[in-house]
Each structure stands twice: as structure tokens, then as C-alpha cells.
């Protein structure tokens, strides 16, 4: 619980890991004022969750990628925000065109809402907050780390734009925007005499169960689509590799505590921390759904339970161990066979409601 009575300014509220930022920052006892696009995002969130009606202030950013799109909001706070919490970006890969859908807009989206918060913030403003991901740490043409160091924050995805781009590759997208939009906010700090340091998690896979407005099964997150629900609704069929190189996973409500324990924890200022734990593969995920849910499965491939990896596929190895030193003491991480079962109780639950 803060000392006194803190604001968090949280960007792109209603997203899967932003949800659940959003619970525990009211729990912790912070303030929030929350960005979504739209007054029908915000009333979806309140629809979902009641409780927040008179808690969380929402303003609407309709475009985060125009040049100034913050300044109102931040303005509007008259100089009382004390920590930023930026989760807005473009988690798509079905995309037309990917600097334009995917690039631009995570790393416009991250430079403006910097240049406002420098801008319009005020002196009180002590922590920005990044939320970025493991893509602006893997090289995703050779995700591996078979030799050498396993990978740390100290690497950084050599994916370009162009690469990206020329290739057609939204996945390369995805990455280079990662990686783009950090780099963009470490040298904004570096050019400017902000009055706020920076701390950016970079997580692998995160999956665990959803907080969002959830009206349909559409709007199940790409990860969890991935990794459980394709499972559920006879998408995945057979048990073999996806369609990402990544093969390591972090819950998601451990991604919202390391934000929350990061905005005022000395040891996380101007660091990067990359969230890493268990490796999450198709079969490690059917087998605990087949073995938690046997209802399930006549729904659910067997595969071959003891080949854990699927063919063809180099785990990369990590190192962790940053996560542990920066935060609690205490700092652990959900294993996977609680990450999957909670996930699958709350798609259970969900589709009770999507059939009335």
C-alpha cells in the first residue's frame, strides 16, 4: 500500500495484461486514470466490472500514433500523476501492413506519450513504466541460445523494420516494434532531463486467465488463443510446434504484479527485466488440460505425452535471474500447470455465458 495517496496514469487499459494492472493498482491503493480509445471500451470494462465505476477516471486517446495525443489527457491532470504505466500497443499479427499497423504505432504511441509526460506531467512525475516483451530481446532467426550466454536484458533483437517489412513477416513486425519503441523511450530519457526515471519489463508468452470485457470468444488474447483455447474449440487438432519461436511463458497477473512492484522499487529504476519462467510447449499444455479436465478429453489431442518438444524446434535458454534480485524477496513465478488450469476454469465459465 503506498504511504500516501499516488497517481498511476495507465495507458491502454482494457488489454489483457493492462486489466490486470489495473485490479492491482486499486487493490495497492493507487489512483488510476485509465486511456482506451473510446467511452464504448470504458463502459465494456465497467460492464465487466462494476466495481470500478466510481474508482478509475478513463479520458479517450481515439489514435495514440498522433503527434501530440496524450497532451490533453496529461494536461488534464494538473500536475498530480506520480508514475506512468504504458501497455498501449498493437498485439496483432493479422495485419495488411506492418510498419504502418504494427511498427508506427508502438513506437509513436511510446515517443509522444513520453514527450507528454515531459511536457505537461510536472516535477511530481518520478517513474515511467514500459511494458515491452521478450521480442525486443530474442533473435527470432535463430531463437535459440544453444551457444554462448543464454539470453539476458543485456541482448536486443537485430530485427529491422526493413527486414520486417521487405520479408512481409508480421512476426518480424511484432518484434522490430518491440524493440524499436524501447530503444525510442531509453533514448528519449538519455536526450532529456526528465524528471522520471524507467523501468521496462520485457515478458515471454503471457497467458493466464482474462479479466477483460469478454462479450465473444473473439476477444480471447492472441496468446492464450495460441496456446490453450485453439485446444478447446478443435482449431489445434494435432500436438505440433505454433506459429511463434517462443517456447517459455510468464503469467499474466506475475507480469501485472512486476509492474506494480516496479513503480516505486529502487532497484528496477532505469532497468530492464525480463519476465521468464517454465517452457510452455503444445504438449506440456495438453497434458495438463487432459490431466486436470478429463471432460475435456475427448475434445483435446493426446499427442505423444512424453515428447515434450515438438520436432524440429531449439529451446532457447534464459536467464532469470534479474527478476529475483530487483523485486520482493519473495519473488516467485505460477508454474504452468496452475497458469493452464485457471486459464481453462475461466474459458469454462466464459462459455457458459457465450451460449445463453
Same mark, same amino acid.
Given at each position: 500500500m503506498p504511504h500516501s495517496i499516488q497517481k498511476v496514469f495507465l495507458t491502454g487499459a482494457n488489454g489483457f495484461v493492462a486489466c490486470h494492472i489495473l485490479s492491482d493498482l486499486i487493490k495497492a491503493g493507487y489512483l488510476v486514470t485509465a486511456t482506451v480509445r473510446s467511452k464504448t471500451k470504458s463502459q465494456e470494462m465497467l460492464d465487466a466490472h462494476p466495481e470500478w465505476k466510481d474508482i478509475v477516471r478513463f479520458v479517450y486517446v481515439s489514435d495514440f500514433t498522433v503527434p501530440g495525443a496524450f497532451d490533453e489527457a496529461i494536461k488534464q491532470e494538473g500536475g498530480k500523476l506520480n508514475y506512468i504505466i504504458h501497455t498501449a500497443s498493437p498485439i496483432t499479427f493479422d495485419v495488411e501492413d506492418i510498419q504502418k499497423e &504494427?511498427?508506427?504505432p508502438a513506437v509513436q504511441g511510446t515517443t509522444?506519450?513520453?514527450?507528454s509526460v515531459h511536457e505537461y506531467g510536472g516535477p511530481q512525475v518520478k517513474r515511467v513504466v514500459l511494458l515491452s516483451s521478450i521480442a525486443a530481446i530474442v533473435n527470432p532467426m535463430e531463437d535459440t541460445s &544453444?551457444?554462448?550466454d543464454p539470453y539476458s536484458e543485456k541482448d536486443w533483437d537485430p530485427v529491422t523494420a526493413e527486414m520486417a517489412v521487405e520479408q512481409k513477416n508480421p512476426l518480424f513486425g511484432y518484434c522490430a516494434a518491440k524493440t524499436l519503441a524501447e530503444k525510442a523511450a531509453w533514448t528519449f530519457l538519455e536526450d532529456n532531463k526528465t524528471s522520471f526515471d524507467m523501468t521496462v519489463i520485457n515478458p515471454? #508468452?503471457?497467458i493466464g486467465p482474462m479479466l477483460h470485457s469478454l462479450p465473444t470468444p473473439e476477444r480471447i488474447n492472441e496468446t492464450n488463443r495460441i496456446t490453450i483455447y485453439n485446444f478447446l474449440? =478443435?482449431?489445434?487438432? =494435432? #500436438?505440433? !510446434?505454433?506459429g511463434l519461436p517462443?517456447?517459455?511463458f510468464v503469467d499474466v497477473r506475475d507480469v501485472s504484479r512486476a509492474h506494480v512492484l516496479s513503480l516505486d522499487s529502487l532497484t528496477t /529504476?532505469?532497468?530492464?527485466? !525480463?519476465?521468464v519462467h517454465g517452457l510452455i510447449t503444445p504438449q506440456l499444455v495438453v497434458n495438463i488440460i487432459r490431466k486436470n479436465f478429463p471432460e475435456l478429453k475427448s475434445k483435446v489431442p493426446e499427442g505423444n505425452p512424453s515428447k515434450i518438444v515438438p520436432d524440429g524446434i531449439e529451446l532457447s535458454r534464459w536467464n532469470n535471474e534479474k527478476s529475483y534480485q530487483v523485486f520482493e524477496k519473495n519473488w516467485t513465478y505460477r508454474d504452468l500447470g496452475t /497458469?493452464? #488450469?485457471d486459464t481453462v476454469n475461466n474459458i469454462l465459465k466464459l462459455e457458459k455465458v457465450w451460449q445463453k
Open positions: &504494427i511498427i508506427d509522444s506519450l513520453l514527450k &544453444i551457444t554462448g515471454d #508468452v503471457v474449440d =478443435g482449431t489445434t487438432t =494435432g #500436438v505440433e !510446434a505454433w517462443f517456447y517459455h /529504476s532505469n532497468q530492464r527485466v !525480463a519476465l /497458469s493452464v #488450469v
